[in-house]
T-cell receptor, first 117, second 113 residues
Framework: AQKITQTQPGMFVQEKEAVTLDCTYDTSDPSYGLFWYKQPSSGEMIFLIYQGSYDQQNATEGRYSLNFQKARKSANLVISASQLGDSAMYFCAMREGGSSNTGKLIFGQGTTLQVKP | GAVVSQHPSWVICKSGTSVKIECRSLDFQATTMFWYRQFPKQSLMLMATSNEGSKATYEQGVEKDKFLINHASLTLSTLTVTSAHPEDSSFYIC?????????FGPGTRLTVT
């Protein structure tokens, strides 16, 4: 069965510094996709970044990058130059079946990030 | 990006009544939609997969008769919480996919008194 683990319930980072949010996963499917979402206090789920299991390069989207280490089954999110607006809950998620949009997402426990001014 | 809407955004109902939540994909068609439930400061738990034109697939432990799902068209899925009780109070979120992305609705906060 697929599983996603986020071991950091809460993280603090100083404004303008970089922060890494950890995520490990477990699956027996060779084709899967990994996602990171941001959930501010309003509750909306904001898509940040996607990494496919067959992607050769680490995904990047602006200040977000995904440190994908397939052998270790980890998909850590790196946020560079943190901003106060980055304070939110962050979820790592996985979908088996790779790029298929009909596969369900399984979420990790989440990490609450607080950016200090 | 694609947009998914939910209605209502919040609802308060009395114990024993039923509540219907709508999830719409506004600018794309979705043969599959997903319903999640989230308690405060916890993760999203998948409740069921809504399939257009067929029965929903429920996750283990989710009561089919309590959480009725109807996916009558390619842009609309509904979740009905029947005979709601205070323990059903939660944040309900739907999602739909386009290409590899999953787009989430803004969520519905249900409070049962």
């Amino acid at each position: 069965a697929q599983k996603i683990t986020q071991t950091q319930p809460g993280m603090f980072v100083q404004e303008k510094e970089a922060v890494t949010l950890d995520c490990t996963y477990d699956t027996s499917d060779p084709s899967y996709g990994l996602f990171w979402y941001k959930q501010p206090s309003s509750g909306e789920m904001i898509f940040l970044i996607y990494q496919g299991s067959y992607d050769q390069q680490n995904a990047t989207e602006g200040r977000y990058s995904l440190n994908f280490q397939k052998a270790r089954k980890s998909a850590n999110l790196v946020i560079s130059a943190s901003q106060l607006g980055d304070s939110a809950m962050y979820f790592c998620a996985m979908r088996e079946g790779g790029s298929s949009n009909t596969g369900k997402l399984i979420f990790g426990q989440g990490t609450t990030l607080q950016v200090k001014p | 990006g694609a947009v998914v809407s939910q209605h209502p955004s919040w609802v308060i109902c009395k114990s024993g009544t039923s509540v219907k939540i709508e999830c719409r994909s506004l600018d794309f068609q979705a043969t599959t939609m997903f319903w999640y439930r989230q308690f405060p400061k916890q993760s999203l738990m998948l409740m069921a997969t809504s399939n257009e034109g067929s029965k929903a697939t429920y996750e283990q432990g989710v009561e089919k008769d309590k959480f009725l799902i109807n996916h009558a068209s390619l842009t609309l899925s509904t979740l009905t919480v029947t005979s709601a009780h205070p323990e059903d109070s939660s944040f309900y979120i739907c999602s739909a996919g386009q290409t590899y992305e999953q787009y989430f609705g803004p969520g519905t906060r249900l409070t049962v008194t």
